[in-house]
């Protein structure tokens, strides 16, 4: 098991290499670069080019980009905010995204969850067609409409929340984001348990627990429940990180300062620093949650290891 775990850690780390190399060449292939002040001289850009290292051969900057980066410093914000700490930057906005975006999976997890089983459990009633009419209403409609839709009743018409996010009123603020967020979360969770319950139900061992006299709660919770969240965790782990990076469109719309408007602001202006800092800690996050999902199998399911002590 640890050979297993030990592979899978050291694959996530060159992947996570590979991924920042990619980034930093593509920073440097972008048309403009962060010093695009008409005001600015040829002479004054250059200047700053040769004080942020910027005119240095890229391999050069990259290891000395990776170099600080492994001390914890993505250098410091060219534009957005001229010579902010990039991880000061960061650190204010996102645990914003991050506290809306854990809410909205939480949500969505634990409703589609809910549907899904209604669906499967009264297949071919009107539960089940009105689970699968809510499933693709989520799916279908977007994020932001549901966003529109909410603050138009329920933060104007209505009064209960605030149609903008306030920082004072951090809890209430999140509600209605968070509730459109995790519409996708819950259609999609919605359907694939629905799949998934409705297979094990109808499977061999399921009318094996019923001969030995396991029926009603028992039976769903602790046999087939429990078969059909393994392959459950495989489709919530990229919509958490989706998640909680932020949705620009309803951070947009709620005035949320979460990292999604920080990183397109980034991009519009090229500020590298602040571009590669928040694409690392996206991807990050990402191959930090896949690698745990992979070791969660490794360890309930020895089958799916690669190899073993």
């Known amino acids: 098991m640890k050979s297993y775990m030990l592979k899978r850690v050291i694959t996530a780390c060159f992947t ?35 004080n942020y290292g910027l005119d240095q051969p890229v391999i050069v900057q990259f290891f000395r980009y990776l170099g600080k980066m492994l001390r914890g410093d993505f250098g ?33 997890a634990v409703l589609g969850l809910a549907l899904g089983l209604v669906a499967a459990l009264k297949k071919n009633t009107i539960w089940d067609a009105a689970a699968t009419v809510i499933s693709v209403i989520g799916v279908s409609v977007p994020s932001y409409v549901f966003a529109l839709v909410l603050s138009y009743t329920l933060g104007f018409k ?19 984001p968070a509730v459109s ?15 998934e319950m409705t297979e094990i139900l109808e499977s061999d061992y399921m009318l094996f627990a019923e001969s030995r006299g396991i029926y009603g709660p ?17 489709v919530l782990a990229p919509l958490i990180v989706d998640l909680m990076t932020g949705s620009l469109v309803v951070e947009k719309i709620f005035s949320i300062p ?52």
């Open 258 to 309: 979460g990292v999604g408007s920080l990183l397109v602001s980034a991009i519009q202006s090229n500020d590298y620093n602040l571009v590669i800092a928040l694409s690392f800690i996206y991807s990050a996050m990402y191959l930090g949650i896949m690698l745990a999902v992979d070791i969660f199998y490794g360890i309930i399911d020895p089958r799916v290891r690669l190899t073993r002590d």
């Open 218 to 234: 028992a039976l769903i919770l602790h046999h087939a429940l429990r078969n059909a969240l393994f392959p459950l965790i495989t």
């Open 158 to 176: 209505l009064g209960w929340f605030p149609m903008l996010y306030r920082t004072k009123e951090a809890l209430n603020s999140s509600v209605l």
């Open 16 to 50: 996570l290499l590979a991924i920042t190399l990619v980034l930093f060449i593509l920073m440097q292939l972008m048309p403009g670069s962060p010093f695009n002040d008409e005001k600015l001289s040829v002479e004054q850009r250059l200047s700053l080019y040769e």
């Open 181 to 195: 967020l995790s519409m996708f979360t819950m259609a999609s969770i919605a359907r694939f348990t629905k799949t």
């Open 76 to 108: 410091v914000s060219y534009t957005i905010s001229k010579n902010t700490p990039v991880m000061q930057l960061v650190q204010t906005r996102l645990p914003v995204s991050v506290r809306i975006g854990g809410a909205a999976v939480g949500l969505g």
